[in-house]
């Protein structure tokens, strides 16, 4: 069964602590994408990555590291330099090729509260 | 920078009634998205528009696009319960020449269908 899968569901920090959400894909998929949504708005962009060791910032990338060693997984490490890390955060894959064929489809999301 | 407004930000409708949602973006784009959130979920792709003119329908919701006005519409005739969610709007520009796009959401419109 093809899909993204995130994990954990649900995720407590500690001030001061750096975490990693899990984002893996077995759709063969050569993008990937991390997005934040915060309460009442829409999706606001923090890393993609086009191909393995390789990926690029998007619009909120402070506070946050990636890492694409593997085409399936691209994980997300929220530090503790991100000052207001509580967030819904998506995952998000898509392949190479003219639209609509580079459609970019979601995991079911990771929240993350800052206790 | 590319900007995405979606107007209403709440539409609280009753059973039967129609109504639109509208989707201005400020650049030039190759697609725009429709999707829908329920609640504490993630992202349902409703529609992917391509080109000037392109008209979509899936049950009680039609998208069109007019790329001339950088306007998009999620139109919902006839409203049921089943359609309570939020609706995002998403433009793509495309990164660096490449086919992946990044993309940018508006702020979503809430939906409430009343009986």
């Known amino acids: 069964d093809g899909g993204i899968t995130q994990s954990p569901k649900y995720l407590f920090r500690k001030e001061g602590q750096n975490v990693t959400l899990s984002c893996e894909q077995n759709l063969n998929h050569d993008a990937m994408y991390w997005y934040r949504q915060d309460p009442g708005q829409g999706l606001r962009l923090i890393y993609y990555s086009q191909i393995v060791n390789d990926f690029q910032k998007g619009d909120i990338a402070e506070g946050y590291s990636v890492s694409r060693e593997k085409k399936e997984s691209f994980p997300l490490t929220v530090t503790s330099a991100q000052k207001n890390p509580t967030a819904f955060y998506l995952c998000a894959s898509s392949i190479a090729g003219p639209p609509p064929f580079n459609e970019q489809f979601f995991g079911p999301g990771t929240r993350l509260t800052v206790l | 920078e590319l900007k995405v407004e979606q107007n209403p930000l709440f539409l609280s409708m009753q059973e039967g009634k129609n109504y639109t949602i509208y989707c201005n973006y400020s650049t030039t784009s190759d697609r725009l998205y429709w999707y829908r959130q329920d609640p504490g979920k993630s992202l349902e792709s409703l529609f992917v528009l391509l080109s000037n003119g392109a008209v979509k329908q899936e049950g009680r919701l039609m998208a069109s696009l007019d790329t001339k006005a950088r306007l998009s519409t999620l139109h919902i005739t006839a409203a049921v319960h089943d359609l309570s969610a939020t609706y995002f709007c998403?433009?793509?520009?495309?990164?660096?020449?490449?086919?992946?796009?990044?993309?940018?959401f508006g702020q979503g419109t809430i939906l409430t269908v009343h009986p």
């Open positions: 998403a433009v793509v520009i495309p990164a660096g020449g490449t086919s992946y796009g990044k993309l940018t």
